[in-house]
């Protein structure tokens, strides 16, 4: 067993010891809202956000954009459990930020091993042989985060399965500070209609 798994199970006993009426949660979120945000381990939405288990849905993936599949997931957490607010945030110090979807989609034709990164150049450290499927992939890489913010809240906002009637924010989280920083055009773009 690695370290880690042991650590888990073993944080996964304590936290089931004292995990009370938490059983008893209801299946829709109570503060009725959503956010979609990166999968980066400095983002703790419970902290930011001041959330309990059972306030709000929490989608994560690279980046924290509005991916096919993140919204798949913000349609289902309004249409079957009754979200009526939704957060994009994204962060500064973003790793979407370190790579184009060439430079991606080359070290993965390379070899599927780890890459390095020295602060300028990405390399591929191990043997190969790679795949060429990332050619068929989005990477959905983030040139500037305002931007991406707003897009990815005019992509919710114009999907064909988004009521009007739900109003988006859109915040880059910065991770020097803590705070939410509002991307005013992107809010504008995602008023409720």
Known sequence: MSKVLEEVLAANARYAESFGDKGKLA?????EFAILTCM???????????????????????GGRASDDAI???VISYKLLGTREWFVIHHTNCGM????????????????????FDGKVWRDTGAGPG?????FVDW????EQSKSVIADVKRIRNHPLVPGDIPI???VYDVT??????VPEATVAGKAR
């Not at 299946?27 to 503060?31: E, M, V």
């Open 97 to 116: 930020e370190l790579f184009s979807d060439e430079i991606m989609r080359d070290l993965l034709a390379s070899s599927l091993k780890t890459a390095t």
């Open 169 to 171: 924010y859109g915040y």
């Open 27 to 31: 299946l829709p979120p109570a503060r």
């Open 140 to 143: 959905l890489t983030i040139k």
């Open 40 to 62: 980066d381990a400095r983002l703790q939405p419970s902290g930011y956000a001041g959330l309990a288990e059972g306030d709000a849905h929490v989608i994560r993936n690279a």
């Open 72 to 74: 798949r997931s913000l």
């Open 177 to 182: 500070t803590g705070r939410l920083v509002e």
């Open 131 to 135: 795949s060429t499927e990332g050619q």
